[in-house]
């Protein structure tokens, strides 16, 4: 390193030392997850605002409730300066911001006096329990499925599983959701004279949760499965694995060392959207079989106009949904070798 | 005389398409002997990797070995059960791939890739392989083998990869190495450097090698004995110097003639086979070569002729024979399939004067 | 490349190629032989034909009137008081509310891949044509866009402005743009670098006209999958909304809608849910088979 005259500049000294960690992998992969983190923020600060907007350019005001009879002007002026709604917009939107960095979403309009963290902590165990077993079905019956079909390609096997894939993958959650009710609720119900049947509504650590899980990841499963086999049926064509069986590898080291090894990458990528439909899909699943959950408050939120409460689900789901795909793209470069960081 | 080291008699091996069937080893004979080196050479697509990969029992799908035999030391390949083509494989008979950026994992790092080959025989033990690994890539000269072994394929450049497959197939110390085109996908430079690694390892193992190309100065430097191959048969076969001073098949010789050798005078004229390799799944009647030799009689295209002594331990599957062609022949056939009119014309017209306006097609 | 035998003046000649047969007929017997392809192209042929149909039979009284009730025929079965599928909660007949329902989804499904088509290829254009700031901006834009969850967006908009059909479309349609948007982005840029575009430009022929010459016949088959693909994913937008009582509004029947109302008495009268609910589910099963078999059917790597 030369000698350098006097001090150097902070910046200078920073790109430096950058420059310098770059250069090694551990390094880099560091600035790259400082990166993506960094990245996060103007993306949820881009959905708080743009929600934020839609809820003050929505025409009418919070108070007007469908079909019922209008407040008296003294009403609505007092509940304005209750909720803070007489400022100037800029002035609130900052004042939301601020209070999201302090986890304070502000008051629920719907429930007096309960703040919109609190409900949202009050379904969260509902929502993350479904959410978590329907991942935890999702990965090793969707990945397992493709590598299956993908290995007995052209198989009764292949055409069975990639059919119900492309079933499943077509039938929306709520579609689903339904059918399963009519087939193992009502029709088991009245076929068995009540004595057989799966409860359609409501949560408990039971058998209610066989179907809100089951509609929750069916999609997802098809989806992933379809992509495994995809992936898998590509790489068991690659040079690479006729050079694992030509070295006299058993099978199994083939399979999972050298095919599955490859295929999954693609797969992997593909998680952090499916989370997201997890998300998603929640406030319907949780809608179908009546469970009180966060996607479930979110969609009574939007019926009663309740917008505290729809711009923090909002702002949470996002969030949740970003650090999701930030995981996912760190994991990935973990995983492949090959990605370049720079 | 001790028994042949590798031993193919009369193999087929065939794909079934919806175009029909692919026949794309037809009725292959030949024999490697311990230590020696032989080369096997066609065109794309004439079946001399599908002969390879018959070795191995890697044909894929949909193709299949249909009948013959392929004898390791006497034992049959295309009986043996999953055991036994496990331990053959990169054990016994080790083969290495045309392709070193393709053919090896992307994901996993090279040291680990060789260890894996020694260690799913058996033979070492985690640590021994570890070792013998960094061993193997200085002896193919990978500079920096302790640290190059935790790189990926990626890291390394075309002709060390090359090198780390040929440590990977040299690893378990095979008694034959099958090498299919371990040049063609190099730079010329490296192409030298590996060729000479090459031959330093066959004088220092005694590894038998079949080596396939369809470079014939890649022949030149490294065989003992050469077979030529030709819509999935063999048409000549022979010792290399035999078959390069005196070819007997039109194919050989016309291989010989498309490139380019130091020993000949500079105004010979290189001529590529004209037409293109037969529809393996349709193939001419007679001679499968006789569309495009230049030497054709009517023979050729009514009955196909056997492999028969030509010269000592050269066979040639052809009616006519070289040796038979008459020498104007020859010389007409190693103008270019252009006829001299139209070469005329390729030169360039002297400024100002056009009146030899003619096209460049028509022969 | 099939080789076949030729006469040629008595001599068979054994190199001839078989003649390359364009892109399009060769697409189109591609997709023919996609059983699969073909039967959900004939599903949306008659989805279409249902709905444009309706109004007509029903004004020759062969349907009955989707929105009038029948309060003494409530939630009764199919094939009973004269309805063929059932009636729902306020007696009205399920197969005619089914039919005319089919007119929502599939308006909504394709005008809305109508609305997006101009504004993704606009700014694909723009974006991958003068590149720059301008792309990187347009970038930028589109991942936060990406980032947003589309059910949530669209649900939000939807409560927020009043749930017609106006809103339902524009809604859905500022979810869907992105996709569109990236793919002709990146064809642009693709044909942006091969060097014939280069060349005309030194010889200062107009480059705006030859990208677009060279864009639509190479990009055509992905924009038209892209598009295809679009039309489940909007009639499933638009069937949650209504599910979850955020789109159209009654009396105008929508499948969506009829899920939700026929849920409600899911036990006494399964079939009032189930009718639509299966044909919401066929009919975006029907459009992913088209959309596959238009995706092998355009795909050049596939062609022989």
Redesign the interface.
């Known amino acids: 390193m030369a000698v350098i005259e006097g001090r150097p500049a902070r910046g200078a000294l920073l790109m430096a030392r950058l420059t310098q960690a770059s250069g090694t992998r551990s390094g880099a992969l560091t600035i790259f997850v400082v990166r993506r983190i960094l990245w996060m923020i103007p993306v949820v600060f881009f959905v708080i605002l743009i929600t934020f907007l839609l809820m003050h350019l929505a025409p009418g005001s919070p108070w007007d409730k469908a079909g019922g009879r209008q407040l008296s002007q003294v009403v609505v002026k007092n509940l304005n300066a209750k909720y803070g709604l007489d400022k100037p917009e800029l002035q609130q939107f900052e004042l939301y911001l601020w209070n999201v960095l302090h986890f304070d979403f502000g008051l629920s309009y719907q429930y007096e006096g309960k703040t919109v963290s609190s409900l949202i902590a009050q379904g969260l165990p509902y929502t993350a329990t479904i959410g978590t077993l329907a991942f935890l079905l999702i990965v090793p019956v969707g990945v397992g499925l493709g590598v299956l079909a993908a290995l007995r390609q052209n198989t009764r096997v292949d055409y069975a599983t990639m059919g119900f894939a492309s079933i499943a993958a077509s039938f929306p959650n709520f579609v689903v959701g339904v059918l399963m009710v009519v087939v193992f609720s009502v029709v088991m119900y009245k076929a068995t004279q009540g004595s057989f049947f799966l409860p359609a509504a409501n949560f408990a650590l039971d058998d209610h949760l066989i179907m809100p899980v089951i509609t929750l990841s069916l999609l997802p499963i098809a989806y992933i499965a379809r992509l495994t086999r995809a992936s898998t049926l590509d790489t068991i064509r690659q040079d690479y694995v006729r050079t694992a069986w030509a070295k006299g590898l058993s099978e199994r080291v083939v399979v999972v060392k050298h095919i599955l090894k490859n295929a999954l990458i693609p797969v992997v990528t593909t998680l952090g959207p499916e989370f997201a439909f997890l998300v998603t899909g929640s406030v319907i699943v949780e809608t179908v079989f009546n469970i009180p959950g966060i996607g479930r408050s979110f969609v009574l939120a939007i019926d009663s106009r309740d917008y505290p409460m729809i711009l923090g689900t909002t702002v949470l789901f996002s969030v949740v949904i970003a650090v999701a795909n930030l995981l996912v793209d760190v994991a990935y470069v973990f995983i492949d070798p090959r990605v370049r960081l720079t | 005389m001790a028994a042949a080291l590798l031993q193919v008699e009369d193999l087929h091996t065939q794909f079934y398409t919806s175009r029909g069937v692919v026949r794309a080893v037809d009725g292959v004979n030949f024999q490697i002997d311990a230590g020696e080196t032989l080369g096997v050479v066609g065109e794309s697509g004439c079946g001399k990797t599908m002969t390879a990969l018959s070795i191995l029992r890697l044909v894929p799908d949909p193709g299949k070995i249909v009948s013959g035999k392929i004898l390791f030391r006497g034992k049959d390949v295309t009986k043996m059960d999953d055991d036994e083509i496990r331990d053959f494989r990169g054990n016994d008979v080790a083969m290495i791939f045309q392709d070193p950026m393709t053919s090896l994992n992307p994901v996993t790092k090279i040291g680990r890739q060789i260890e894996e080959a020694m260690t799913a025989h058996d033979r070492f033990t985690e640590h021994a392989a570890h070792d013998r690994v960094i061993e193997l890539l200085t002896r193919v000269r990978v500079p920096a083998a302790a640290s190059r072994v935790k790189d990926y394929p990626h890291q390394f450049s075309g002709g060390m990869r090359q090198r780390a497959m040929i440590a990977m197939g040299l690893s378990n110390e095979p008694a034959l190495l099958i090498a299919d085109e371990p040049t063609t996908a190099l730079d010329v430079t490296v192409q030298a450097q590996i060729i000479q690694l090459m031959k330093q390892l066959n004088r220092e193992l005694g590894t038998a090698m079949m080596l396939i190309t369809h470079n014939m100065a890649l022949v030149a430097s490294l065989c003992q004995r050469i077979v030529v191959m030709y819509a999935g048969r063999v048409v000549e076969e022979g010792p290399v110097e035999q078959i390069f001073s005196n070819p007997q098949h039109p194919y050989t010789w016309s291989l010989l003639r498309s490139v380019p050798r130091v020993d000949e005078a500079r105004k010979e004229r290189l001529v590529s086979i004209r037409g293109l390799p037969p529809d393996l799944s349709n193939s001419p009647p007679g001679c499968k070569f006789h569309p495009r030799c230049p030497f054709v009689v009517d023979r050729c295209k009514q009955e196909e002729p056997e492999l028969s002594g030509v010269g000592v331990n050269q066979v040639a599957r052809c009616w006519v024979l070289m040796r038979n062609v008459k020498a104007a022949d020859i010389e007409a056939a190693k103008q270019s399939s252009l006829s001299r009119e139209a070469v005329e014309n390729l030169k360039a017209p002297a400024l100002g004067s056009s009146d030899k306006a003619g096209t460049i097609a028509g022969s | 490349m ?2 076949r035998a030729v006469a040629v003046a008595g001599e ?4 001839v190629p078989e003649k390359q047969i364009g892109l399009w007929t060769d697409a189109w017997q591609r997709f023919r032989r996609n059983r699969l392809a073909v039967l959900g192209a004939v599903v949306v042929i008659i989805l279409v034909l249902i709905a444009f149909l309706s109004p007509v039979l029903q004004h020759f009284g062969i349907l009955q009137n989707p929105i009038q009730e029948d309060v003494a025929n409530i939630e009764v079965g199919p094939g009973q008081a004269g309805h063929l599928l059932g009636s729902d909660g306020l007696g009205r007949d399920t197969l005619s509310r089914l039919m005319f329902g089919s007119r929502i989804s599939l308006s909504v499904g394709i005008l809305v891949q109508a609305i997006i088509l101009p504004i993704g290829l606009a700014i694909g254009l723009a974006s991958g044509y003068f590149g720059g700031r301008v792309d990187n901006l347009l970038m930028r834009f589109t ?2 866009w990406y ?7 669209v ?3 939807v ?4 749930p017609s059909l106006l809103t339902i479309f524009g809604a859905i349609a500022l979810v869907n743009w992105v996709g569109l948007a990236r793919l002709v982005r990146g064809q642009v840029l693709s044909i942006k670098e091969k060097e014939f575009v280069e060349a005309a430009r030194s010889s200062g022929s107009p480059p705006l006209k030859l990208v677009l010459k060279h864009l639509l016949p190479n990009s055509l088959g992905p924009i038209i999958v892209t598009v295809v693909f679009g039309i ?1 994913n909007a009639i ?1 937008l638009e ?2 909304l209504s ?4 789109g159209i509004q009654p009396p105008t029947p929508t499948w ?1 809608q009829m ?1 939700y109302d ?2 409600e008495a ?2 006494a009268n ?1 079939s009032a ?2 009718f639509p ?2 044909a ?2 066929f009919t ?2 029907a ?3 088209i959309g596959d078999g238009l995706r092998d059917a355009l795909d050049p790597r596939m062609r022989r």
């Open positions: 099939a080789v068979v000649d054994w190199e991942d936060i980032a947003f969850p589309d059910l949530l967006f649900l939000v908009v409560s927020v402005f009043s489940p499933f069937a949650v599910f979850l009582g955020v969506g899920v026929g849920y899911i036990y399964p849910a189930v609910a299966l919401i589910g975006l099963l459009f992913s088979f």
